[in-house]
């Protein structure tokens, strides 16, 4: 039984209400002093919202409840009260200004002060001290935009350290991060519990991440608490019975049955190269040449820099980089993508892995959202056809089990699975040939991921070719039929995915031969 001084969280009977929706139904959780809590659940079942709650984003008033803190109750009004007890959020978007330098970003709205006057001198000795503790070897000056979203996780934590946390919240911290990344932060945060005594709670849906790293599992469902798991070394986690939790119903396995029904070939690209939108001399993708048959999913592995994006997005209409040059065939005929409409227009479509910025519009509908790739199609004499347009969005809805009470919820209203969905319906509608999906289950649950997997069989099925980019290898494994590796450039491995194991892909990712002309196709 745990004593007041070992607990510093408690959070009883929370009731959070947004109009006639209870996201939050009597949730209670307990962190012990010390702990790396963590906190599971699907996409909506209202985890960032307990955290808000607990950071002030929700104020004091707006909730039922108390909030329990080193004994007392708190009534945090703002994020600026938390703060000043030590609770410290980060959350999955981070809140850095790209073209500020790393400095800048740390002392943002918390300068430090002599007189009216910024202390300059006392801010660059506190950065360079944050800085060393998180790991950032970078000058201070440098600016965000120049290093990468691993290390800007660090910048984040870097700039909780100099507000004296001793709560840290990171909600879905490793969501945009490769597997070395992930782990250097999870060591972070370990090291920053052992050496500084900070309690760390940590909203994730890497289950691994979890087994590895946490102390303690709270699992939310529907708003409401469902269990609560200590985890050490003679009590692992076990991950099928926090599945469960999580979803309701046992997932018997991760991966939807499938048995593909392979045709003709669909899509091949040829040769493909092209140069580094800042550094012309700099080649990004080097000769790579790939296929993809009708009713076939085919993945595409390698780690951050390989060029998988890059060359995806080159590909859709010349997103990317310049100076593109090699060959694209769609069913054995040559075809042309000067522009994204181009390759619409031929039956291409490209799910970004940026929902928020490049696959949504956050600010519209889902009705609108799902119809806006394929405007045309939805439209009579030029004008968009409303019912046709509601129709195709509703099925859609049903059909991918969206979470939402009506198609005229605007996109930045769902979780981020469901906004995947939507994603998905919007390139759906167009009625592609060959779809690309990239990180298409980027921070999505367990449960919702399955949804997804559905969906890509559903696609395929019918006929399209798949093309999957994940840095997920036991993704690429379970849903797909063949896995292209990549690294630095260049196609490196054309292999069975049944036949074939992580540690055999992680072989080709890391090495630079390039794969043998006659066996890049199937």
């Not at 300059?120 to 120049?146: F, H, W, Y």
């Not at 595409?300 to 390989?306: E, H, P, Q």
Request: charged residues 25%; negative net charge.
């Amino acid at each position: 039984m745990a004593t007041n001084d070992d607990v510093i969280l408690e959070m009883r009977h929370i009731i959070k209400r947004f109009g006639p929706v209870t996201a939050l139904n009597d949730v209670n959780i307990t962190v012990k002093r010390g702990q790396i809590f963590s906190i599971c659940g699907e996409n909506g079942a209202g985890k960032s919202t307990l955290m808000n709650v607990l950071s002030g984003v929700y104020p004091y008033g707006t909730y039922e409840g108390d909030i329990v803190y080193n004994g007392d109750v708190s009534q945090f009004k703002t994020i600026r009260d938390s703060e000043s007890q030590g609770i410290v959020i980060i959350h999955q978007e981070l809140a850095l200004v790209p073209y500020m330098s790393i400095e800048e970003n740390i002392f943002l709205g918390n300068q430090h002060r002599k007189g009216i006057a910024i202390d300059a001198d006392a801010q660059r000795k506190i950065a360079l001290e944050v800085m060393k503790k998180v790991g950032l070897e970078e000058s201070p000056d440098t600016l965000i935009a120049n290093i990468g979203v691993g290390k800007q996780q660090l910048v984040e934590i870097a700039k909780a350290l100099t507000k004296n946390v001793k709560l840290l919240i990171l909600d879905e911290p490793t969501a945009a991060l490769n597997d070395e990344d992930s782990f250097k932060l999870l060591k972070l945060v370990d090291d920053l519990r052992r050496n500084e005594g900070v309690t760390a709670i940590i909203i994730s849906h890497k289950l691994n991440e979890i087994a590895a790293s946490a102390d303690a599992v709270q699992v939310i469902r529907d708003g409401q608490t469902i269990s609560h798991i200590d985890i050490d070394a003679e009590h692992p986690l076990d991950q099928d019975a926090l599945i469960r939790d999580m979803v309701g119903r046992p997932l018997t396995n991760r991966y939807p049955e499938h048995e593909s029904n392979i045709g003709k070939e669909m899509f091949r690209i040829e040769d493909w190269k092209m140069h580094h939108p800042l550094d012309e001399s700099r080649l990004v993708a080097k000769s790579v040449s790939i296929n993809v048959r009708a009713g076939e999913i085919v993945g595409l592995a390698g780690l951050i820099g390989a060029g998988r994006t890059e060359t995806a997005m080159s590909v859709f209409g010349r997103q990317y980089g310049t100076h593109a040059t090699g060959k694209v065939y769609m069913e054995g005929k040559e075809v042309q993508f000067p522009t994204v409409r181009a390759a619409i227009d031929h039956g291409v479509a490209y799910a970004t892995e940026d929902r928020k910025v490049y696959g949504l519009n956050l600010m519209k509908t889902i009705r609108e959202n799902t119809s806006m790739a394929n405007l045309k199609g939805m439209s009579n004499h030029g004008v968009i056809d409303e019912a046709k347009e509601r129709k195709i969005a509703e099925q859609y809805r049903k059909d991918f089990r969206t979470k939402a009470p009506t198609i005229e919820m605007p996109a930045g209203n769902l979780s981020g699975g469901n906004q995947q969905k939507v994603v998905l319906a919007k390139w759906m509608a167009t009625d592609p040939k060959v779809l690309i999906l990239d990180e298409p289950t980027r921070g999505i649950d367990v449960g919702a991921k399955y949804d997804i997997y559905e969906i890509i069989d559903q696609l395929a099925d019918s006929g399209s070719a798949v093309i999957v980019i994940s840095s997920e290898l036991p993704e690429l494994l379970g849903i797909c039929d063949r896995i292209y590796t990549m690294s630095n450039g260049v196609i490196t491995a054309n292999l069975n995915a049944k036949e074939t194991n992580q540690e055999e892909l992680m072989r080709y990712m890391t090495s630079d031969v390039p794969l043998a002309a006659d066996q890049v196709y199937a």
